[in-house]
């Protein structure tokens, strides 16, 4: 499976933001699928996930409220809908798919897009 993430850009601090994840080369609706970021010298985190059929979704803390993790199995798409960005959501911010996951676990993750920059500037 090959996983491409888009979206990102420079937006001031209280903007949005939406991000997508195309998937090819697999059976996308068998994946489980999850956002994590990674700021600059800081270890990747998770953001938010959604099972194979989008009715269960997690969300980190500090995004609960703001960010809609959303996927359309028809189209081989996950989205990331982020509002009320701040500063501290600055990072890349990469989709994973995973057949089997612990939500917010980076280990459970089979396959990895490339990441795409989120700037959110105060």
């Known amino acids: 499976v090959q996983l491409q993430a888009s979206g990102g850009g420079l937006v001031q601090a209280g903007g949005s933001l939406r991000l997508s994840c195309a998937a090819s080369?697999?059976?996308?609706?068998?994946?489980?699928m999850g956002w994590f970021r990674q700021a600059l010298g800081k270890e990747r985190e998770f953001v938010a996930a959604?099972?194979?059929?989008?009715?269960?979704?997690y969300y980190a803390d500090s995004v609960k409220g703001r960010f809609t993790i959303s996927r359309l199995n028809a189209e081989n798409t996950v989205y990331l809908q982020m509002n009320s960005l701040k500063a501290e959501d600055t990072a890349v911010y990469y989709c994973?798919?995973?057949?089997?996951?612990?939500?917010?676990?980076?280990?459970?993750?089979?396959?990895w897009g490339q990441g795409t920059l989120v700037t959110v500037s105060s």
């Open positions: 994973a798919g995973a057949l089997k996951f612990v939500y917010d676990y980076v280990g459970s993750y089979n396959y």
């Open positions: 080369g697999g059976t996308f609706g068998s994946y489980a």
């Open positions: 959604i099972t194979w059929s989008g009715g269960t979704v």
